[in-house]
């Protein structure tokens, strides 16, 4: 089932400026219902700004753009902080908790600005907390654990909504290689539940956990590879090689 749909995006900043940039030029793209994508491209690829796109904090110059059948270039203001907790989950490199809240109430942050019953969300919590192994984290603070612990509530945070998909920027940038392969992991187990994940990531190894890479250069999709059947190690030297091909404009290999 087509999750969604973009067509033609294109995003200009700064338009008929001197610093004008076409930051994303011919975007088209399908996510299906269950999708897990890492989205590659170097540094200035556009990778961020067709996330932000997606997270409708940013708006595109032209093209179309719909998720599970709203228009996101239709959408008023005033509805989309409403329509972003409701139907997208956040993951970030730097997590973006709170410090003055507990670790649960960074959690149940989304879900009281939807002004869901407290009883609600306790149920909601225990089944997450256990499956992300933070139930014991989630009285203390997010300045009193660690790194990938941190992670695993911003995770807990982003699953709580039920969102029809969760946007990862750079999840493990921030964390070492163990905490990395763990979040990971978590990613293909919730992904196989049927949440939908599209992760940016620079990391081809984080990029091998993913069923399907989608490689922007240019503002365009460049390329694409599938999982398919291929071992994670087949899989991340194909992501290798093709990253290397791009970074290096050697496009015979590609196709
Ligand atoms: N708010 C903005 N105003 C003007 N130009 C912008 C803005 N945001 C991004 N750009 C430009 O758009 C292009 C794409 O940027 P984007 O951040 O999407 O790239 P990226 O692939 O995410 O890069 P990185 O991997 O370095 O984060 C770049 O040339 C960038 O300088």
Do not use: W
Not at 75 to 89: I, P, S, T, V
Not at 166 to 179: F, K, Q, V, Y
């Amino acid at each position: 089932m087509n999750l969604l749909k973009i067509n033609h995006l294109q995003k200009v900043f700064n338009e008929n400026q001197p610093n004008q940039v076409e930051a994303l030029k011919d975007i088209s793209l399908n996510v299906e219902k269950g999708d897990f994508i890492a989205i590659m491209g170097e540094s200035g690829a556009g990778k961020s700004t067709l996330l932000n796109i997606i997270a409708t904090l940013e708006k595109a110059t032209s093209g179309q753009i719909v998720l599970n059948g709203t228009d996101l270039m239709t959408l008023k203001e005033k509805k989309r902080a409403q329509f972003r907790r409701e139907h997208l989950g956040f993951i970030f490199q730097q997590f973006n908790l709170l410090d003055t809240l507990t670790n649960k109430d960074n959690i149940f942050l989304p879900l009281v600005l939807s002004k869901v019953k407290y009883s609600e969300m306790e149920k909601r919590i225990t089944p997450i907390a256990q499956q992300l192994g933070i139930t014991k984290l989630l009285d203390r603070y997010p300045y009193e654990i660690s790194g990938g612990q941190k992670q695993r509530i911003a995770v807990a945070r982003a699953l709580i909504t039920n969102p029809e998909l969760i946007l990862a920027d750079e999840p493990t940038g921030a964390l070492d290689s163990s905490n990395s392969e763990r979040l990971l992991r978590l990613f293909q187990t919730i992904n196989q539940n049927g949440q939908t994940i599209m992760m940016v990531t620079h990391s081809a190894l984080a990029a091998s956990y993913s069923k399907k890479v989608i490689f922007i250069k240019d503002g365009i999709v460049f390329h694409e590879l599938n999982h398919g059947q291929n071992s994670e190690n087949q899989f991340l030297s194909q992501i290798s090689q093709a990253a290397l091909a791009i970074q290096e404009g050697d496009y015979n290999d590609l196709h």
